[in-house]
């Protein structure tokens, strides 16, 4: 018996209940989302205290130049923004509607410019503000957006998921098949997302990222020295009325004078150093509830 099939009645319980808590938390205007927010952040907060705890000992180790109350204070304020982002995700209708034509950009000039290279664009970034939402409008700005991502276990959850973000024009590619996938949407000139933020396992670049080794995926230049794509740092920011600004960082080098692991390693450990300088800016908005620095070897930086 296949694990689906063991599974199936908890798959299908689990998504109805989902879709239940969507419709409900899909009631009433937009203004309502943050303060629905704040409310479902503080009970993920207080019920979810292996994780808060985790949250607050990563910010602690981060950032040892913060008090206790001020740690604390970013803690609350991020799991109040993860709240939020759920809740958002919940009203993606409301937001389509909202938001079509209406996106906007910092530096999307260094976007469309990368784009007339001809040879796609890679994006790196990670789990910042809602980074499900930056990507979905980006799509809905006309971009030719794919995002990787992995299956979600719940084949339900998983084919509803999926419609949402394809409703807004993007396409998803799956994280079993993400080398090949991107290398197909880069040669059509359209623009790939890596999320570059989690712990990568014994087969990662060991990168500092806060004052610590913490294991990267290298698909960013991997990708990039084959297809001579350009790199660009980007993530989405939530402003004070609900609305989104997509900022276009900058774009990342990639040193083709050096060996080919060692345009990785340096490639990789730009885009860290990127990332970790804008969580730095804010760093309520970044998860940190993972488990970002599991891995840990010998190898060299």
């Known amino acids: 018996m296949s694990k689906f099939s063991r599974s199936k009645p908890f798959y299908l319980v689990t998504y109805l209940i989902l879709r239940f808590i969507a419709s409900l938390s899909s009631i009433g205007p937009l203004s309502w989302v943050n303060t629905k927010g704040k409310i479902l952040g503080w009970l993920y907060r207080t019920i979810d205290n292996k994780h808060y705890k985790r949250t607050i000992e990563n910010l602690s180790i981060s950032f040892p130049e913060k008090n206790k109350n001020e740690i604390i204070k970013i803690a609350k304020d991020n799991y109040i923004s993860l709240g939020i982002s759920i809740i958002e995700l919940f009203n993606l209708n409301k937001i389509y509607k909202k938001y ?30 809602n980074w499900e939402l930056t990507g979905l409008l980006s799509a809905l700005d006309g971009l030719p957006f794919n995002a ?46 890596v ?35 350009p790199i660009l740092i980007a993530y989405g920011n939530r402003e004070i009325d609900g609305s989104y600004t997509i900022i276009i960082e900058k774009e990342i080098p990639l040193d083709l004078t050096t060996s080919r ?28 509830m993972h488990r970002r620095w599991k891995t840990q070897n010998d190898q060299k930086l």
């Open 148 to 193: 990787i991502a992995r299956p979600i276990d719940n084949p339900y959850l998983n084919i509803w998921i999926n419609k949402i973000r394809q409703k807004f024009g993007g396409n998803i590619i799956s994280k079993w098949g993400a080398v090949k996938g991107s290398l197909k949407a880069l040669k059509k000139g359209e623009i790939v997302t």
């Open 261 to 288: 692991k060692e345009t990785l390693a340096k490639t990789t450990h730009l885009c860290t150093k990127a990332l970790e300088d804008i969580i730095r800016k804010k760093p309520s908005i970044w998860l940190w």
């Open 100 to 129: 079509k034509n209406k996106v906007r950009f910092i530096n999307k000039d260094l976007i469309n410019q990368a784009l007339a290279k001809g040879n796609g664009v890679i994006i790196a970034t990670g789990h910042i503000s």
């Open 195 to 229: 999320l570059m933020d989690q712990d990568a396992g014994k087969e990662g670049i060991m990168s500092m990222f806060f004052g610590r080794k913490a294991s990267t995926i290298p698909l960013v230049p991997l990708l990039a020295q084959r297809t001579k794509a």
